[in-house]
């Protein structure tokens, strides 16, 4: 019998990010394959390093991913997976990997009406996708880099923004790829998205620290919360090295 939250996975249903010290940090050896999963983290703390690391290693297994960025241009997040000696423009050309730019004003047209009788419910009355995938492509991985920024540019009415993040989580969930949502935080985050509504509809947060002592600063790593899987329940350290992120699963690291 599994717990209320878990659901009983098989192997072929586990997503591996293939990043060092981190895959074995759950007790499947990975992640659930589907999960909508939060990265959470202030300024410089490997957020998007990490995400571009997973791209690579799953197009390595000839996986599918969607690269979606609110802020950087492609040719600059090309750049910066090359600098690691991740060969992006092989994966680029074999089909295996799409980075789109889209400016977050033009990704959502959807009309928020009052629902009869109610004074402050909405409802969507035009169904649009929050994200577009190009015709015939599949992904098996999808990266939004970064969530705060889309939804900041997206939803004026606070009123609204339950039912914008509704949708769009709905979304993710039908396209059945393994979902990272990039959030921006403070370095050691009370809350791990802009409201805190994100992160009650995620299947998973996974936290990284850029924590200054002194002089100098260190990376940490956390995972808060991962449905249908066991995991560590530790901060512990990792590095960015000139091949990636490597995790440390024994060297913990102390936040306070």
């Not at 996708?129 to 004026?156: C, H, N, Q, W, Y």
């Amino acid at each position: 019998m599994y717990p209320p939250d878990m659901k009983e996975i098989h192997p072929e249903d586990v997503f591996r990010t293939d990043i060092p010290g981190f895959d074995e940090l759950f007790s499947l050896g990975g992640i659930p394959r589907g999960n909508i999963v939060l990265i959470a983290g202030g300024p410089g703390a490997g957020k998007s390093t990490f995400c571009r690391q997973i791209c690579n290693n799953a197009s390595l297994r000839k996986q599918h991913c969607l690269y979606v960025s609110f802020e950087e241009n492609v040719e600059k997040i090309e750049r910066s997976m090359i600098a690691f000696g991740w060969d992006v423009e092989k994966f680029e050309q074999e089909g295996l990997l799409i980075i789109q730019k889209m400016n977050p004003l033009d990704i959502l047209r959807i009309k928020f009406g009052s629902i009869e009788g109610g004074e402050s419910a909405t409802e969507i009355s035009m169904k649009v996708e929050p994200i577009t995938i190009p015709r015939g492509f599949k992904p098996d991985v999808i990266v939004v880099d970064s969530l705060t920024a889309m939804v900041a540019a997206t939803i004026s009415k606070a009123k609204n923004y339950r039912v914008y993040l509704q949708q769009l989580f709905n979304f993710f969930e039908e396209t059945k790829a393994t979902t990272f949502l990039i959030t921006e935080t403070e370095e050691v985050p009370r809350r791990y998205s802009t409201t805190g509504i994100e992160e009650f509809l995620a299947d998973g947060i996974v936290v990284l620290y850029n924590i200054k002592r002194g002089s100098v600063r260190e990376n940490a790593l956390e995972i808060v919360k991962m449905r249908y899987t066991k995991h560590q329940k530790k901060v512990m350290a990792f590095e960015i090295t000139d091949r990636g992120i490597v995790v440390y699963p024994d060297k913990l690291v102390s936040i306070e």
